[in-house]
């Protein structure tokens, strides 16, 4: 090893050694600073898990979605137009969906009802495999319903093995239970009740022939756009959402709340910077004896602006790490519940849902541009005043 | 390692209404393996004199050479450097850092000079054995004897194995046993070929057997006798 | 596009910047104003401590500098998530003008940066600090450019328009075409392949012949042909070696192997590059210094193992470089 770097290496130790003298002074910057930094990480974790929420939910959604619009309001769409399209060139299949709300005033619970074909739906085969227990009913029977883990829970408590829901005019209609989705499928399924399609309009009293929307599945991913904008030219009175659209949107929502909240972060931040740089400034007269001596004793100013470097490298390093730890244990297990009042409205995709965010060097890297660069800057001048102490400081009589 | 000064002065805050000429006009040469003293009243330059041969600070103008190298004028980096290899410092109430242990602060001269954590123990070691303070080793300097933290200093100033050692006012805060003791030891590292120079007004010191040369100072300007 | 948090990031990197640079201009102006070496009034002792100031400001704003252009690359890529037409960050740097001449002056920073840092490490090893005024002038000339860095960068986030469905029935199609687009098109790739390879021959070549025996001339050609290498590197990753990275023949972008899809393989690729490009560029910075007072010794050295290094450093950039394209040529693809 060359002396160069065993001189560092010395000099950090000497900086832990220092470090740990002044405990109680770093100690509270370091509270402090791993404080702003959990704030600024439990928003970018929870924009994080929002965003990987809205992909997971988008790769089941087919290329194109249509909806009818009808005085600005959602419609439901004719069965005859899925004729209409028959002409296009490149639409590999398209399903029409029966699905809407449904309030259970007993329980108080909302689920999500849907009908549809599976049998036509490309990668339909794979609902079997995400199924806990039992079978999804054969397409063709009528009266059975495959249902989530929310659902049979309040189910259960309510005792019974039927599903029995009440159509508009409160007449009752009952469900077998032909299946329940796996606990691993919940941020999709936990509310969700399959239906035949006809049975999902019976219970919404859908006109037949009619469906909640339309998904048209597109064989090859280039050609989407063009398809799109057939569709559009062709049936005027639809909205048609292309599944990219949909991600793109998502993304700007999140980011600029996200980015909202991180502006509101930016006084807490300046507040911090502020007060770091007050703490790095003020020098006590034993550190500038300290820093006197050791010059003394032969060492230079980029020695002594290296043990402000360390200093600095240790406690943002450490406070990163710290903030970014109760970050995640604050998003993951606490369900970001400090930020509960500011979060409501920012369940797009679903009211009860579970965050779990995957970080990766992007979310750190925001983090870190977020709370310790500005840190670092603020202590650099602080730094470069204490390592210019005169030498003769420690001297008498001078 | 001869030292030589060439009508050196040194003014403090110059151009200022408090402007004060420290060292005035020195011309000096001091030789090999000799204990010198400064003497003079507080006040007299003799601590300001004793910085400028330790390369603390460059003096306002005259030439300070160090073995045939001119010192005054270096920017400080390489005064640092030159501190670091060639000088050992004993200051006026040691400045020992007191959390710091007696080990840890006896190492500090060598942390920037990159030896192992290994090297620096083992020549720490030698010195503490040297001046019986093993004992004492991993105990804050802020709670040893004021004997023991004398020998801490000094441990500190040969650490490096410099050829020159700088006390300043070694031992105003010593009673008579302990500045006696101190002078021995600097007697014994002249004997082992140290050039010493020590400012100080107690005739305990200038008066010692070891003195080669009494430097008398008054208003910044030095009376060789 | 300004508030969404990667905007927010590329504006607080911005400012530090701003903020640490514009200090040490502020001192540097002192120092041109009243360096004089053989003067020992309190201010020359005040302006070798700006020094120390300065160059501290100088490292730091470097260290941000190399962090923004992180940033701005990922940055590049969350916006191609909200941008019509954009697959990737190279899509979303092509969305206007601004992007591509931002990174350009973003990577130029970086290497200016770097330059100055290297002169100030060499101008402290001499005991008459002999480039103090150039290196001061140098920074100053440093400020038009941070001021480009910045101009351009808010330019071109402002000039990015999100695409958002309208609760209307107007709906906005971008255009999806084939993968997207590409940096740089028509360029074949075995001419690329071919010059890469032998430029890096070339090279080590010319720093062998270096480190043999010195001569002014070899050093020029050696720096010049690590600049032109640099470029070449950055072509072929694009147009070549990433799209093995990818194991896709048509996407072709140099940024989406930072991601972590990929391993962050770029990272391992671009950080030997850049730093190896920048070693061999400072080989002829250095140069015209080599007879300066007391630097006799100390550039030679500093020359001899910068020309080591990045000789190291590229044959690490080319081998991490031509693994995936060897691996596909003998495992045929689908390995």
Same mark, same amino acid.
């Given at each position: 090893?060359?002396?160069?770097?065993?001189?560092?290496?010395?000099?950090?130790?000497?900086?832990?050694?220092?470090?740990?003298?002044?405990?109680?002074?770093?100690?509270?910057?370091?509270?402090?600073?791993?404080?702003?930094?959990?704030?600024?990480?439990?928003?970018?974790?929870?924009?994080?898990?929002?965003?990987?929420?809205?992909?997971?939910?988008?790769?089941?959604?087919?290329?194109?979605?249509?909806?009818?619009?009808?005085?600005?309001?959602?419609?439901?769409?004719?069965?005859?137009?899925?004729?209409?399209?028959?002409?296009?060139?490149?639409?590999?299949?398209?399903?029409?969906?029966?699905?809407?709300?449904?309030?259970?005033?007993?329980?108080?619970?909302?689920?999500?009802?849907?009908?549809?074909?599976?049998?036509?739906?490309?990668?339909?085969?794979?609902?079997?495999?995400?199924?806990?227990?039992?079978?999804?009913?054969?397409?063709?029977?009528?009266?059975?319903?495959?249902?989530?883990?929310?659902?049979?829970?309040?189910?259960?408590?309510?005792?019974?093995?039927?599903?029995?829901?009440?159509?508009?005019?409160?007449?009752?209609?009952?469900?077998?239970?032909?299946?329940?989705?796996?606990?691993?499928?919940?941020?999709?399924?936990?509310?969700?009740?399959?239906?035949?399609?006809?049975?999902?309009?019976?219970?919404?009293?859908?006109?037949?022939?009619?469906?909640?929307?339309?998904?048209?599945?597109?064989?090859?991913?280039?050609?989407?756009?063009?398809?799109?904008?057939?569709?559009?030219?062709?049936?005027?009175?639809?909205?048609?959402?292309?599944?990219?659209?949909?991600?793109?949107?998502?993304?700007?929502?999140?980011?600029?709340?996200?980015?909202?909240?991180?502006?509101?972060?930016?006084?807490?931040?300046?507040?911090?910077?502020?007060?770091?740089?007050?703490?790095?400034?003020?020098?006590?007269?034993?550190?500038?004896?300290?820093?006197?001596?050791?010059?003394?004793?032969?060492?230079?100013?980029?020695?002594?602006?290296?043990?402000?470097?360390?200093?600095?490298?240790?406690?943002?390093?450490?406070?990163?790490?710290?903030?970014?730890?109760?970050?995640?244990?604050?998003?993951?297990?606490?369900?970001?519940?400090?930020?509960?009042?500011?979060?409501?409205?920012?369940?797009?995709?679903?009211?009860?849902?579970?965050?779990?965010?995957?970080?990766?060097?992007?979310?750190?890297?925001?983090?870190?541009?977020?709370?310790?660069?500005?840190?670092?800057?603020?202590?650099?001048?602080?730094?470069?005043?204490?390592?210019?102490?005169?030498?003769?400081?420690?001297?008498?009589?001078? | 390692?001869?030292?030589?000064?060439?009508?050196?002065?040194?003014?403090?805050?110059?151009?200022?209404?408090?402007?004060?000429?420290?060292?005035?006009?020195?011309?000096?040469?001091?030789?090999?393996?000799?204990?010198?003293?400064?003497?003079?009243?507080?006040?007299?330059?003799?601590?300001?004199?004793?910085?400028?041969?330790?390369?603390?600070?460059?003096?306002?103008?005259?030439?300070?050479?160090?073995?045939?190298?001119?010192?005054?004028?270096?920017?400080?980096?390489?005064?640092?450097?030159?501190?670091?290899?060639?000088?050992?410092?004993?200051?006026?109430?040691?400045?020992?850092?007191?959390?710091?242990?007696?080990?840890?602060?006896?190492?500090?001269?060598?942390?920037?000079?990159?030896?192992?954590?290994?090297?620096?123990?083992?020549?720490?070691?030698?010195?503490?054995?040297?001046?019986?303070?093993?004992?004492?080793?991993?105990?804050?300097?802020?709670?040893?004897?004021?004997?023991?933290?004398?020998?801490?200093?000094?441990?500190?100033?040969?650490?490096?194995?410099?050829?020159?050692?700088?006390?300043?006012?070694?031992?105003?805060?010593?009673?008579?046993?302990?500045?006696?003791?101190?002078?021995?030891?600097?007697?014994?590292?002249?004997?082992?070929?140290?050039?010493?120079?020590?400012?100080?007004?107690?005739?305990?010191?200038?008066?010692?057997?070891?003195?080669?040369?009494?430097?008398?100072?008054?208003?910044?300007?030095?009376?060789?006798? | 596009?300004?508030?969404?948090?990667?905007?927010?990031?590329?504006?607080?990197?911005?400012?530090?910047?701003?903020?640490?640079?514009?200090?040490?201009?502020?001192?540097?102006?002192?120092?041109?104003?009243?360096?004089?070496?053989?003067?020992?009034?309190?201010?020359?002792?005040?302006?070798?401590?700006?020094?120390?100031?300065?160059?501290?400001?100088?490292?730091?704003?470097?260290?941000?500098?190399?962090?923004?252009?992180?940033?701005?690359?990922?940055?590049?890529?969350?916006?191609?998530?909200?941008?019509?037409?954009?697959?990737?960050?190279?899509?979303?740097?092509?969305?206007?003008?601004?992007?591509?001449?931002?990174?350009?002056?973003?990577?130029?920073?970086?290497?200016?940066?770097?330059?100055?840092?290297?002169?100030?490490?060499?101008?402290?090893?001499?005991?008459?600090?002999? +480039?103090?005024?150039?290196?001061?002038?140098?920074?100053? =000339? !440093?400020?038009?450019? &941070?001021? #480009?860095?910045?101009? /351009? *960068?808010?330019?071109?986030?402002?000039?990015?328009?999100?695409?958002?469905?309208?609760?209307?029935?107007?709906?906005?199609?971008?255009?999806?075409?084939?993968?997207?687009?590409?940096?740089?098109?028509?360029?074949?790739?075995?001419?690329?392949?071919?010059?890469?390879?032998?430029?890096?021959?070339?090279?080590?070549?010319?720093?062998?012949?270096?480190?043999?025996?010195?001569?002014?001339?070899?050093?020029?050609?050696?720096?010049?042909?690590?600049?032109?290498?640099?470029?070449?590197?950055?072509?072929?990753?694009?147009?070549?070696?990433?799209?093995?990275?990818?194991?896709?023949?048509?996407?072709?972008?140099?940024?989406?192997? +930072?991601?972590?899809?990929?391993?962050?393989?770029?990272? =391992? !690729?671009?950080?030997? &590059?850049? #730093?190896?490009?920048? /070693? *061999?560029?400072?080989?002829?910075?250095?140069?015209?210094?080599?007879?300066?007072?007391?630097?006799?010794?100390?550039?030679?050295?500093?020359?001899?193992?910068?020309?080591?290094?990045?000789?190291?450093?590229?044959?690490?950039?080319?081998?991490?470089?031509?693994?995936?394209?060897?691996?596909?040529?003998?495992?045929?693809?689908?390995?």
């Amino acid at each position: 090893m060359d002396s160069g770097l065993r001189k560092h290496l010395n000099i950090l130790d000497y900086t832990l050694l220092s470090l740990w003298r002044r405990r109680l002074k770093n100690l509270s910057i370091l509270l402090v600073f791993a404080g702003v930094i959990f704030l600024v990480a439990s928003f970018e974790l929870v924009t994080q898990a929002l965003t990987e929420t809205a992909d997971r939910a988008l790769r089941n959604v087919p290329e194109i979605t249509l909806q009818r619009l009808s005085a600005g309001r959602q419609e439901t769409v004719p069965l005859t137009y899925m004729e209409r399209l028959r002409g296009i060139f490149g639409i590999r299949e398209i399903v029409p969906r029966v699905w809407g709300y449904y309030f259970d005033e007993v329980s108080g619970a909302n689920y999500t009802v849907m009908g549809m074909d599976r049998r036509r739906m490309p990668g339909g085969k794979e609902m079997d495999l995400a199924l806990a227990r039992g079978d999804m009913p054969d397409p063709e029977e009528r009266g059975a319903a495959v249902i989530g883990q929310g659902v049979e829970t309040v189910l259960r408590q309510k005792g019974g093995s039927l599903l029995s829901l009440f159509r508009p005019d409160l007449s009752q209609v009952s469900f077998e239970i032909a299946g329940v989705f796996a606990p691993a499928t919940d941020i999709l399924t936990s509310d969700l009740i399959v239906l035949h399609p006809e049975d999902a309009r019976d219970l919404f009293r859908i006109p037949s022939g009619m469906a909640t929307d339309l998904l048209v599945y597109v064989a090859n991913a280039d050609e989407v756009s063009t398809i799109a904008r057939k569709i559009a030219t062709l049936l005027p009175d639809t909205r048609v959402l292309t599944r990219t659209q949909i991600r793109k949107t998502y993304q700007v929502v999140f980011g600029w709340r996200s980015g909202f909240a991180s502006v509101c972060l930016l006084t807490a931040l300046t507040a911090f910077v502020i007060f770091a740089w007050d703490k790095a400034s003020g020098l006590s007269p034993e550190e500038r004896r300290e820093i006197s001596v050791l010059k003394i004793l032969g060492w230079e100013t980029a020695d002594i602006l290296a043990i402000r470097f360390w200093e600095g490298l240790l406690v943002a390093g450490l406070a990163f790490v710290l903030g970014c730890t109760a970050a995640y244990v604050h998003v993951v297990f606490y369900d970001a519940s400090l930020f509960r009042p500011v979060l409501v409205g920012w369940s797009v995709i679903r009211p009860d849902l579970r965050l779990l965010p995957t970080p990766e060097l992007a979310n750190f890297l925001l983090i870190f541009c977020g709370s310790v660069l500005p840190y670092l800057a603020a202590t650099v001048i602080p730094a470069w005043r204490s390592a210019s102490v005169p030498a003769e400081t420690a001297l008498s009589g001078m | 390692m001869l030292i030589e000064l060439d009508r050196v002065s040194k003014t403090y805050n110059q151009g200022l209404p408090n402007e004060v000429a420290a060292v005035r006009e020195v011309t000096l040469a001091i030789a090999d393996n000799a204990m010198t003293c400064l003497r003079g009243a507080s006040g007299c330059g003799k601590s300001t004199l004793l910085a400028i041969i330790g390369c603390v600070f460059q003096p306002t103008s005259g030439r300070v050479t160090v073995a045939g190298k001119q010192l005054a004028r270096l920017p400080d980096r390489f005064l640092a450097l030159h501190r670091r290899q060639y000088i050992g410092f004993i200051f006026q109430r040691f400045n020992v850092l007191p959390a710091l242990t007696v080990q840890e602060n006896i190492v500090l001269p060598l942390i920037p000079l990159g030896l192992t954590p290994q090297q620096m123990r083992e020549r720490a070691g030698i010195l503490m054995e040297r001046f019986g303070i093993v004992h004492r080793r991993a105990f804050p300097a802020g709670q040893i004897s004021g004997g023991e933290l004398q020998r801490v200093a000094i441990a500190r100033a040969l650490v490096n194995d410099p050829p020159l050692i700088l006390a300043d006012e070694p031992t105003a805060h010593l009673d008579s046993r302990l500045s006696n003791e101190f002078m021995d030891c600097l007697a014994e590292l002249k004997a082992a070929g140290k050039t010493i120079i020590l400012t100080s007004h107690d005739p305990l010191v200038t008066g010692h057997r070891a003195v080669d040369q009494v430097i008398d100072m008054q208003d910044g300007r030095i009376h060789v006798s | 596009m300004f508030l969404n948090s990667w905007s927010i990031a590329l504006v607080i990197c911005g400012l530090v910047v701003t903020f640490l640079m514009g200090f040490a201009a502020r001192s540097g102006i002192r120092v041109l104003f009243h360096w004089n070496p053989d003067s020992d009034a309190n201010r020359q002792i005040q302006l070798e401590n700006e020094i120390w100031l300065t160059s501290t400001l100088v490292e730091c704003a470097l260290g941000v500098q190399i962090i923004s252009l992180v940033v701005f690359v990922l940055a590049a890529d969350f916006y191609s998530q909200a941008i019509v037409g954009a697959m990737c960050a190279t899509g979303s740097l092509l969305a206007n003008n601004f992007g591509v001449p931002a990174l350009i002056v973003k990577i130029g920073g970086v290497f200016f940066y770097g330059f100055w840092i290297v002169l100030h490490q060499l101008d402290i090893r001499s005991e008459h600090y002999p +480039l103090v005024r150039l290196k001061y002038v140098y920074l100053l =000339l !440093l400020l038009p450019f &941070l001021a #480009l860095d910045l101009t /351009l *960068g808010v330019l071109y986030v402002a000039g990015l328009h999100p695409d958002i469905i309208t609760s209307c029935c107007a709906v906005v199609f971008g255009e999806t075409a084939g993968g997207g687009p590409n940096l740089l098109s028509g360029w074949s790739p075995r001419l690329s392949l071919s010059l890469f390879y032998g430029s890096a021959l070339a090279l080590l070549a010319i720093g062998i012949v270096l480190l043999v025996r010195w001569r002014m001339w070899a050093s020029l050609l050696f720096s010049s042909l690590c600049l032109w290498f640099f470029l070449l590197a950055l072509m072929a990753v694009t147009t070549v070696f990433s799209s093995y990275i990818y194991a896709m023949p048509f996407h072709k972008c140099p940024f989406c192997i +930072l991601k972590a899809e990929y391993h962050y393989i770029g990272f =391992l !690729l671009y950080v030997p &590059l850049f #730093l190896g490009a920048f /070693l *061999g560029m400072s080989v002829i910075v250095a140069e015209p210094l080599r007879s300066l007072d007391g630097l006799e010794e100390v550039v030679p050295r500093f020359q001899k193992r910068a020309v080591v290094s990045c000789l190291a450093l590229l044959l690490v950039f080319v081998g991490v470089a031509t693994y995936p394209y060897l691996r596909y040529l003998i495992l045929g693809g689908e390995g």
